[in-house]
């Protein structure tokens, strides 16, 4: 079977040194506040070009930390998009805000040209994801904000290390979060998150809410909460670090031979990234026709695939509000058609090939099924 991901591979690749960094946090008893973390949280923020970093449990916690250290009136509007985990929308509930939701464009991030009707005086925050590891688009999107006093923090769960016009996610809206569960880009050896900020404020805010408000052991300046990234998984991320632009590398390099080899297979759309960007390739999100067939096809091929996701936020009972808005929303229809390939550094030419002949394949053989057109849009 060829793997969706390569978890297994780069896990490998570090586990040596990791061992040893456990073996040191297991001697001298260091599980929380080890050196690690602050080494983890410099580094990361260093990497990004910002000047704050904060570890904190998962991408869940980051983004309602960020959210609640903006300090928004009850039952404020936040603007997410339609295509994203549904981690986005939780966490917007879940600090007492309400999630107003975007449509995307043909690369299942926020569709910024539609942004502007969906703000409303009590429209307070707007989060862009940077979906599968494509970068939002992030100068419209800072504008609206400017231009309505909105706070933006980037969804960066999926995008470690991507770059908008040079500048990398997370380190561009006010706030950024990120996500390490194990399958990600830069993943941990279970749960961890971060959040970013140059801001000051911001910084001194999340500082305390992730630990429970408290300046001193027993002293405490606001209500907060426990959400620690533990040495731990610290010392797998700090480890980590050094490899993700070489992962990143290669995740451009698989995309780049699925671009030459899927050239004449006319029922798929495939990922597209503005020249000026970079893609890190999380997920390799097709869209195709037939996509609930040509799943069972690759999985019986031997080739694994995932959906990502099956619904959109906007079909969820939960989401209320809007609903005739969002039954024109695009992606209704792009749901139905995505489709994500294997993508990582495990794959070879000869993999990726033999991919690319298995959906050739299946849309020979299928010449006879109804037609089915993938839907196009100009965004
Ligand atoms: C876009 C997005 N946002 C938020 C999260 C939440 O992160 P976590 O699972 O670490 O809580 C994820 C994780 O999968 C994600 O993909």
Known sequence: MIKLTDIATVNQQVSGDVIEKMTA???????????????????????????????VGNGTDALEIALAALDLPKDAEVIIPDCTFIATANAVINVGLRPVIADVGSNLTMNADELERLITPDTKAIIPVHLYGHPAPMTKIMELADAYNLAVVED???AHGATYKGRMAGSIGDLGCFSFYPSKNLGAFGDAGAITTNDEALADKIRLIRDHGRISKYEYRRTGRNSKLDSIQA???????????????????????YARVFADVKPIVLPMVEPENRH??????????????????????GVECGIHYPTAISQEPFIAGHEMLYANYRSRRYVNELLSLPMG???????????????????????????????????
């Open 280 to 301: 890190v390739y999380h997920q390799y999100a097709i869209r195709c026709e037939r996509r609930d067939e040509l799943m069972e096809h690759l999985l019986k091929s």
């Open 156 to 158: 960066s769960a999926q």
């Open 235 to 257: 010392a797998v991320l700090v480890t980590k670090l050094d490899y993700l632009e070489s992962w990143i590398k290669a995740r451009n390099e698989v995309a780049a031979v």
């Open 25 to 55: 946090i297991i001697r001298d008893n260091t599980f929380v506040n080890g050196s690690d973390v602050l080494a983890f949280e410099e580094k990361f923020a260093r990497y990004l070009g910002v000047k704050y970093c904060f570890g």
């Open 345 to 379: 550094t495990h794959l070879s030419e000869a993999d990726i090939s033999y991919i690319a002949s298995c959906v050739e394949h299946f849309y020979q053989e299928n010449t006879n099924l109804p037609p089915y057109t993938v839907s196009t849009s100009a965004v």
